[in-house]
């Protein structure tokens, strides 16, 4: 019975947790920047998959070579 009850308690907590997460996760809104300002920055996101994009053309070619 103290097993069980052990349960249920793991399964309320989780009920309430994912009931409360939204809540704690609520942020303002990021206005973000102007697309017409040349100052405003390139996201970093962009730049990672330029990069990832790079390598990844970079060992197509080289497995190419080898075969």
Do not use: E, H, Q
Request: charged share 20%; net charge positive.
């Amino acid at each position: 019975m103290k097993r069980l009850s052990k349960w249920w308690l793991i399964f309320y907590f989780l009920i309430i947790f994912s009931f409360c997460l939204p809540l704690i996760t609520l942020a303002d809104n990021d206005p973000g920047c102007d697309p017409g300002d040349p100052t405003c920055p390139i996201d970093g996101g962009l730049t990672a998959l330029l990069a990832v994009g790079a390598a990844y053309g970079i060992k197509k070619v080289r497995d190419s070579r080898k075969a």
